[in-house]
């Protein structure tokens, strides 16, 4: 069965050291992942995705993440955070075999102090 | 501009009455997707429309249904609200390229219902 795990519900970074957002999935098939950023009173926005290729993805305001495919992770880094940076984030899988299904993790509120 | 658009944001019904949360994307989008979101648990599916007539169930359907008469639309209709219906809920849509859903969704800004 598709699931996503996002382990941490709350992450605090001081404004300018890195930052990891943690996101492990399971599908049956090959993945697609995905990073979603959710601001206060906003929908979801696409960060980034992994689809094939490179493992390491670049994607908006800095962010990227790592593919690791034996430990079946995607973890949003970015080297430098800001305080802009804070916001809910989500990671989504969808499974290459059941394109229907979009799997979102329970989300990781991040919280980055000046 | 390329957007998603919900109506309403913010609807406060009593329990029993029926309301329909309207989705529109103006992006030509084959897929479509409805979803809530409650505090620890995520975005959950309730139903999506792979195109036009085509719709299925997602994970939480019970108690709504949706319809794609056009490729544009995709109404969420709650025929007897309950109270645990009561949450933050997401259109969104992406579109099929190359023969593969490996495109993003596109998100609406959000439908805060509270069921009373």
């Known amino acids: 069965a598709q699931s996503v795990a996002q382990p941490e519900d709350q992450v605090n970074v001081a404004e300018g050291n890195p930052l990891t957002v943690k996101c492990t999935y399971s599908?049956?098939?090959?993945?697609?992942l995905f990073w979603y950023v959710q601001y206060p009173n906003r929908g979801l926005q696409f960060l980034l995705k992994y689809i094939t290729g490179d493992n390491l993805v670049k994607g908006s305001y800095g962010f990227e993440a790592e593919f690791n495919k034996s430990q079946t992770s995607f973890h949003l880094k970015k080297p430098s955070a800001l305080v802009s940076d804070s916001a809910l984030y989500f990671c989504?899988?969808?499974?290459?075999?059941?394109?229907?299904?979009?799997?979102f993790g329970s989300g990781t509120r991040l919280s980055i102090r000046p | 501009e390329a957007q998603v658009t919900q109506n309403p944001r913010y609807l406060i019904t009593v329990t029993g009455k029926k309301l329909t949360v309207t989705c529109s994307q103006n992006?030509?989008?084959?897929?479509m997707s409805w979803y809530r979101q409650d505090p620890g648990l995520g975005l959950r599916q309730i139903y999506y429309s792979m195109n036009v007539e085509v719709t299925d169930k997602g994970d939480v359907p019970e108690g709504y249904k949706v319809s794609r008469k056009e490729k544009r639309n995709f109404p969420l209709i709650l025929e007897s609200p309950s109270p645990n219906q009561t949450s933050l809920y997401f259109c969104a849509s992406s579109s099929f390229l190359g023969g593969s859903y490996n495109s993003p969704l596109h998100f609406g800004n959000g439908t805060r219902l509270t069921v009373t």
């Open positions: 992006m030509n989008h084959e897929y």
């Open positions: 599908v049956s098939g090959n993945p697609y």
């Open positions: 989504a899988v969808r499974d290459d075999s059941s394109a229907s299904k979009i799997i």
